[in-house]
């Protein structure tokens, strides 16, 4: 039963990866994947990451 | 049930692997570590899926629209990976005949090699890196979630016996503790909080699940890896912090047999198993020095009749007294595996290529050390891959692990890293759409 539903997470997590790699070559965006996959967080001095500077 | 599920959600891949190569290319790399046919009992069990999605990226590639778009920086590495499998054609048709697992190891290495040389191809820019990153740590990490789950729950009474595809508890252990920096890396970088504490929870149940193997070369490996990651870290105090909590879980998880098999780490030298390898070890070196440039072929040293001739042959390590074993073992070496397999120029392509891994990471950590805010990503990265090498470098050292695949895409992933800061190509990804501010 866990494994069940592990698995299921995990296949549809993997289906978000792909719709997101399949919209980067597209220059586009899947509003709710793309914000899943952001993985822009700058690295920043402590002081700065509070001011939440991010990458542009 | 299960194969109906993954059978359904193999037809909503299919599109995307379809129109687009790098998703191919990914399910590709994810499907051959996921071996999720260890978890299906049905009609899915007889669908090559990993064959399906290499077929598909290698279709797509040979389209002329795509060809054009192909740029190609794949630096040292590459020749070397070629060199490997071109050695190891010439090792597996000069083998001693009748040995089994011959082609069919060489057969998996190749198929290794040709996927790692299309990482150049696919894996340019920093947004497909961590995808690629995250495909990965799933891939691995999704039996880790499973066997951590019932260690956990049972209190510390399951026991992970490992996977067909990855091997025994040992084997299993370290491919498991070789994901878990790719996680810490996740951790740290993605900005979606479901996605960042997610990576944590999948790191702690996959450490549950190394536990749960009882590996004691995975307890060292672990050590290693947690030294190597705090060494690395900018944030000392709390990479020990964190230590200190797997620790306490630890002793609040693990049984009392945990306990008294990690114990006997202490003896290893009157341990019949351990001894045991040592025997395995003198053979492949006997073997490697009656063929040193091409080997004996792969798993020699578990074949019968050649088990017979090298029996008792000290090899390079005749200083060391050993028992008398009656079976042909297996070499329990990613060392000596290699060295018996392909002799000793194969080895020096092996360490090379384990040596690239390594160079890769200095040069990164040089090179993105002088500009941390744009290249720190690349830099955290770069030191969660090494942490995996260390794993693999330590803990292979008493497992026969030589040909996995993680290993090969972990080097070659350190490559394409620094291809990325040396030919920077436009980041293609949209605006960020939300996630921690």
């Known amino acids: 039963m866990i494994e069940g539903i592990l698995m299921l997470i995990m296949l549809l997590f993997n289906f978000c990866i792909l719709l997101h790699a399949k919209a980067l070559s597209k220059r586009r965006r899947v509003r709710l994947v793309s914000a899943l996959f952001d993985f822009s967080w700058t690295f920043l001095p402590r002081t700065k990451r509070k001011e939440g500077i991010r990458r542009a | ?437």
């Open chain 2, 1 to 437: 049930v299960r194969d109906l599920i993954v059978f359904l959600f193999t037809l909503a891949y299919l599109p995307l692997a379809l129109s687009s190569p790098f998703c191919a290319f990914l399910l590709w790399s994810w499907g051959g570590l996921i071996a999720i046919q260890s978890h299906l009992y049905g009609f899915m069990l007889s669908v090559p899926l990993v064959q399906i999605f290499a077929a598909i990226t290698l279709a797509l590639l040979l389209l002329p629209s795509l060809r054009e778009k192909i740029t190609y920086h794949g630096g040292g590495v590459i020749v070397l990976m070629v060199l490997i499998v071109v050695h190891g054609l010439i090792s597996a048709t000069l083998a001693y005949p009748g040995m089994a697992r011959n082609w069919d190891l060489f057969s998996n290495m190749a198929k290794t090699i040709l996927l790692c040389l299309l990482f150049p191809l696919f894996l340019v820019n920093r947004d497909r890196i961590n995808l690629y990153v995250l495909m990965l740590a799933m891939g691995v990490c999704f039996h880790g979630m499973v066997d951590g789950l019932k260690y956990v729950s049972s209190g510390g009474a399951h026991n992970a016996h490992g996977i067909l595809k990855f091997g025994d508890n040992n084997h299993y252990a370290l491919v498991l503790l070789m994901a878990l920096p790719l996680l810490i890396y996740t951790y740290r970088f993605a900005s979606h909080v479901l996605v960042r504490w997610g990576a944590m929870a999948v790191f702690f149940l996959t450490f549950m699940a190394v536990l749960a193997t009882n590996s004691r070369g995975a307890l060292l490996s672990a050590v290693a890896m947690g030294i190597w990651v705090i060494m690395m870290g900018k944030k000392k105090i709390a990479g020990l912090f964190v230590a200190a909590l797997l620790g306490v879980a630890v002793l609040q998880l693990a049984p009392a047999k945990w306990f008294e098999r990690m114990d006997t780490i202490q003896s290893a030298d009157q341990d019949e198993s351990f001894m045991g390898r040592v025997t395995a070890w003198k053979r492949a070196s006997a073997i490697a020095i009656e063929h040193p440039v091409f080997g004996g072929g792969y798993h020699a040293g578990q074949f019968d009749g050649i088990f017979e001739k090298f029996r008792y042959k000290p090899g390079l390590l005749g200083f060391v007294d050993t028992p008398e074993v009656n079976y042909p073992a297996a070499t329990h070496s990613i060392y000596f595996e290699v060295l018996g397999d392909l002799g000793f120029v194969g080895l020096g392509l092996f360490l090379a290529a384990i040596g690239s891994a390594f160079y890769n990471w200095m040069r990164i950590r040089r090179y993105a050390g002088k500009d941390p805010a744009q290249h720190g990503w690349a830099l955290e990265l770069a030191n969660m891959l090494s942490a995996s090498m260390v794993v693999y470098t330590i803990g292979g050292a008493a497992l026969s692990a030589a040909y996995f695949e993680l290993p090969y895409y972990i080097i070659m992933l350190m490559q394409v890293l620094w291809t990325s800061l040396q030919y920077p190509q436009a980041e293609q990804t949209p605006p960020s759409v939300g996630g921690r501010t």
